[in-house]
């Protein structure tokens, strides 16, 4: 399935290192999401995007940065991560922000900070 | 206290066998309930809405209890092809901000022959 893709699929870094994540969606969607999924717990919320714009900060650490250019774009930004950071990384899209819209997610990134 | 609370299982049951999973919400205000599946290393699909009356879809069915601010899933006449994990998912939206969604830590199921 190709409808909420992403990259890497798999990513190993060092705390001193700085990566992205990206995630495209061709579902023609006008909101984007970013979960983190660690081991033996719920999935978290980080950031939301509605039409580019940024709606909602989870509180999450400066080290991680959201980028949306376009409805069918995201990105994550990373930067001096720490070990408790590896984890697996989805993305998701829905018709519109708002929790009664169906979100699809993307594979995800598995995320290694060593 | 957590939004959503679930029996993280394993639940082990043959094939043919019907399971129930139960799930609570702690919000009164929730509005839109799911159940969402995952399986071993792959990303959440939607597995089905849960509705106030009830609703029914093949093998699964759904039930919402607002009063209690519980939620069900009760899958009949197992396949191999359900062992995976089920995510039951609630969102309520915040005044002016948009809904989120919250989910639990999901029941892990292994139907074996």
């Known amino acids: 399935e190709t409808g909420v893709t992403q990259t890497p699929r798999h990513l190993v870094m060092g705390m001193t290192n700085k990566k992205s994540l990206k995630c495209e969606q061709h579902?023609?969607?006008?909101?984007m999401y970013w979960y983190k999924q660690s081991a033996k717990k719920p999935l978290e919320l980080m950031f939301v995007?509605?039409?580019?714009?940024?709606?909602e900060n989870n509180s999450v650490p400066s080290r991680f940065s959201p980028e949306c250019p376009n409805s069918s774009h995201l990105f994550l930004h990373l930067h001096t991560l720490q070990p408790e950071d590896s984890a697996l990384y989805l993305c998701?899209?829905?018709?519109?922000?708002?929790?009664?819209?169906?979100?699809?997610f993307g594979p995800g990134t598995r995320l290694t900070v060593l | 206290r957590k939004e959503v609370e679930q029996d993280p299982g394993p639940f082990n049951v043959p094939e043919g066998a019907t399971v129930a999973f139960n799930c609570t919400y702690s919000?009164?205000?929730?509005?839109?309930f799911f159940w969402y599946r995952q399986d071993c290393r792959k990303e959440p699909k939607l597995l089905m809405s849960?509705?106030?009356s009830g609703n029914e879809d093949g093998r699964f069915t759904a039930q919402l209890n607002r009063a209690s601010q519980y939620i069900s899933l009760l899958i009949r006449d197992s396949k191999l092809s359900d062992s995976a994990t089920y995510l039951c998912?609630?969102?309520?939206?915040?005044?002016?901000?948009?809904?989120?969604?919250?989910f639990g830590r999901g029941t892990q199921l292994t139907v074996w022959p």
């Open positions: 849960v509705y106030s």
């Open positions: 579902l023609g969607h006008n909101a």
């Open positions: 998912v609630v969102n309520f939206d915040r005044g002016s901000t948009l809904g989120r969604l919250y």
């Open positions: 919000n009164s205000a929730s509005q839109s």
């Open positions: 998701a899209s829905s018709h519109l922000a708002g929790g009664n819209n169906e979100q699809f």
């Open positions: 995007y509605n039409f580019k714009e940024q709606t």
